[in-house]
């Protein structure tokens, strides 16, 4: 009977037990339960000036939670949660909750992780000034400048001098498109252009200038032709940093979109190429009568349009290395001039099976019967009469007399 009175005994008290609220057990017991914070995502990437409010959940609706940014150079908070990308950098947004007053819950406190990729970027190694000429361009939306900070706005509709001091980053932005206006002949004439009038780097995301509602790190499409046509064409102080990437991660191009771009600089450290699948003229001249540059990026492109790399690296007479050119079937001045003048390249991978119709799409590629070059890399296997005669020769046409032609490994 004993032993059935405390089982009786027992059921009654743990039914007392769940039928008494959470919060009488905590304060009854002086045993305070954690506010149980919980954030929906804890890692976020914004665009420079774009917000994200904070969306959070908690049991303890006693306390209303506090925001505090680690870095308010990069984004700062409100009270309500509301997070704004103010420069570029990665920091954390910290989350606290404080306990009640009457002991219910304990405070809490979870992190969440920002990441503000920079927008187009000048950094100023001197006092100086950044033109901002527009030529023909009439923008549909103002460009705009930032020095240093999202918070310092202004306008640009008009050619500007853009003041700086030493160390100054210089971001820039835009609503529009593209960058150029086509004319009636189908080509470019000169839009926006961005030259610093002294040493300068050059880094960031430059989709920061074509992207209407201005989320540039998720921006990969290209809408326009010649959107970005030589912007900073023959601006030989302009270098990269060895610390910062320039970033054009376009998978989807545009005719002529990146012709002449970098054409003229100073810049050493190119970007990653992304796409697959190029448009007539989209990487003419891009890198051209730069000295400085000695390697090439990765062109992983498999389907190729007219003149889509004509040019591109003609005159770098510093280039030594080459990326494979992977694409099988050739189309017309492919490759027109693309290595030109490049004195110390040792080699090209080509593993072109299909020239276009007129054979027109290596012509020049590789001139300059003085280069002392060695070996010289093709696919033959799709041709048994491939030779020096014929589909590729040797006339300083195609491929340089002083050039050795093998099979591709």
Request: hydrophobic share 35%.
């Amino acid at each position: 009977m004993k032993n059935r009175s405390f089982l009786v005994g027992g059921a009654l008290l743990l039914s007392a037990l769940f039928l008494t609220s959470c919060e009488q057990i905590a304060s009854s017991l002086d045993n305070p339960v954690p506010s149980y914070l919980a954030l929906d995502k804890d890692s976020i990437g914004l665009s420079f000036g774009k917000t994200y409010q904070i969306k959070l959940s908690t049991i303890n609706d006693k306390v209303a939670p506090t925001y505090q940014s680690m870095d308010e150079r990069v984004v700062k908070v409100d009270p309500n949660g509301l997070v704004t990308a103010v420069g570029p950098g990665e920091t954390g947004i910290v989350i606290r909750q404080a306990g009640d007053e009457t002991n219910t819950y304990k405070s809490s406190q979870v992190d969440l992780k920002v990441t503000v990729p920079a927008p187009l970027t000048i950094h100023a190694n001197a006092k100086g000034t950044i033109n901002v000429y527009f030529n023909s361009f009439k923008p549909d939306a103002p460009v705009y400048y930032y020095i240093n900070s999202y918070e310092n706005k202004v306008a640009m509709t008009k050619n500007t001098e853009i003041e700086v001091n030493k160390g100054d980053n210089v971001y820039f932005t835009s609503a529009n498109e593209a960058l150029a206006p086509e004319n009636e002949g189908g080509w470019a004439n000169y839009g926006l252009q961005i030259q610093p009038q002294m040493y300068a780097y050059v880094y960031g995301n430059l989709m920061s200038l074509i992207t209407p509602d201005g989320n540039y790190i998720d921006n990969k499409t290209i809408t326009k032709p010649f959107a970005f046509y030589r912007l900073f064409e023959w601006t030989s102080n302009l270098y990269t940093d060895g610390q910062h990437a320039i970033e054009l991660p376009a998978t989807t191009l545009t005719k002529g979109c990146y012709n002449g771009l970098f054409m003229g600089t100073s810049i050493y450290e190119l970007p990653k190429l992304p796409a697959t699948k190029l448009e007539p003229y989209c990487y003419q001249y891009m890198f051209a009568n730069n000295w400085n540059l000695n390697q090439a990026p990765e062109l992983p492109a498999k389907t190729l349009a007219e003149g889509c790399y004509g040019y591109m690296f003609n005159q770098c007479s510093n280039l030594y290395e080459a990326p494979v050119l992977p694409a099988t079937k050739l189309e017309p001045y492919c490759y027109e001039r693309m290595f030109a003048y490049c004195y110390n390249l040792r080699y090209v991978t080509c593993l072109a099976t299909t020239m276009d119709d007129g054979n027109t799409a290596t012509s020049d590629w590789l001139s300059q019967a003085g280069q002392y070059v060695s070996p010289k890399y093709f696919n033959k296997a799709a041709s048994a009469t491939w030779n020096l005669i014929g589909f590729w020769n040797t006339s300083g046409w195609d491929i340089p007399s002083v050039w050795t032609i093998q099979d591709a490994k």
